[in-house]
């Protein structure tokens, strides 16, 4: 099972200059089994683009799923955001990120998204896959 951060969903939703790349990939991770959104991604998508069962009838059509947060995922995204702080002080960054790595690395077998730098820094040993055009 793969996820898929909101900004790579984004760009395809949005018929973004990066679309094709992302349909590509998202092609070749429905092959190999089933691609999902977390709730963060859910709510991101819809607040940037459309309303909510737009949303889900996109993600429908597109055959990407919802699976939602389990406490140990949303525990460690905790976790990995407070670890920032202390690393970052002053630095704001929101849970979001920190939610979708957690989803991602607990939950999945990796992520789809173009932030490799941060779920790399912070989520060890979680499959990144990038888009590439």
Known sequence: MIAVDSPV??????????????????RQALVNGRVVVCGT???????????????????EEM????????AKSALRAGEM???????????????????VGAHALLQCDGLITWNDRFYRDYFKGLKLIVPQA
């Open 9 to 26: 969903l984004i760009e395809l939703l949005s018929n973004g200059a990066r679309a094709d790349a992302v349909e590509a990939c998202l």
């Open 41 to 59: 991604t859910l709510a991101e998508i819809c607040a940037s683009l459309r309303g909510g069962a737009e949303v889900l009838e996109a993600l």
């Open 63 to 70: 055959g990407v799923h919802y699976s939602a947060i389990e």
């Open 81 to 99: 955001q407070r670890r920032h702080r202390q690393r970052n002080p002053g630095d704001s960054r929101r849970i979001d990120d920190f939610m």
